[in-house]
């Protein structure tokens, strides 16, 4: 589960159960809002032209868009949105491939916890820990940019010229 540390006589520890309950509440509203944000991305990848297959990864997904940027009335407003959402892969990437730890900080009066995900594919990297405000955060923001994205405009297709009457 988490990290084992000392508990001080007389002082109530955390309880372990209902931090890791929380924990993984908190993940899976991270992963749906990520899943609606990729869905969102995908109804505009094919409103578009580009050519994307499903079986690509998403960070493919979000270049090929890029690359047709110019079909977009506000293509700069579209780069802001794919600049956050690649700055929250790398923690998608963890969250989803590893195993959800409660890492507890308890300096003997004070308790306090993180989330503590360490990638399986690196096990030479540090685990990364977030708290749980952070992650909080981050959900919040990825149903933002979902809820941008659905909101995002198409320049008008050019109208076609009117046939002539002779």
Do not use: W
Not at 9 to 29: E, I, N, T, Y
Not at 58 to 69: E, M
Not at 131 to 160: G, I, Y
């Amino acid at each position: 589960m988490g990290c084992e540390i000392p508990i001080g006589k007389g002082s109530d520890g955390p309880d372990f159960v209902m931090l890791r309950h929380d924990a993984q509440l908190l993940r899976c509203d991270f992963l749906d809002a990520f899943a609606r944000l990729e869905s969102a991305v995908m109804q505009y990848i094919g409103r578009t032209d580009v050519k994307a297959s499903q079986g690509q990864p998403f960070s493919q997904k979000l270049t090929l868009l890029q690359k047709a940027r110019d079909r977009f009335r506000n293509p700069k407003r579209l780069d802001v949105r794919i600049a956050a959402i690649q700055q929250l892969l790398p923690v998608r990437a963890d969250i989803v491939h590893s195993v959800l730890e409660v890492a507890v900080i308890f300096d003997g009066r004070v308790t306090a916890s993180k989330l503590s995900f360490r990638n399986s594919s690196n096990a030479q990297r540090p685990a990364m820990l977030i708290d749980r405000d952070e992650l909080v955060a981050m959900t919040r923001r990825l149903n933002q940019l979902a809820h941008q994205f659905s909101q995002q405009r198409l320049k008008e297709a050019a109208p076609a010229a009117p046939a002539s009457a002779t």
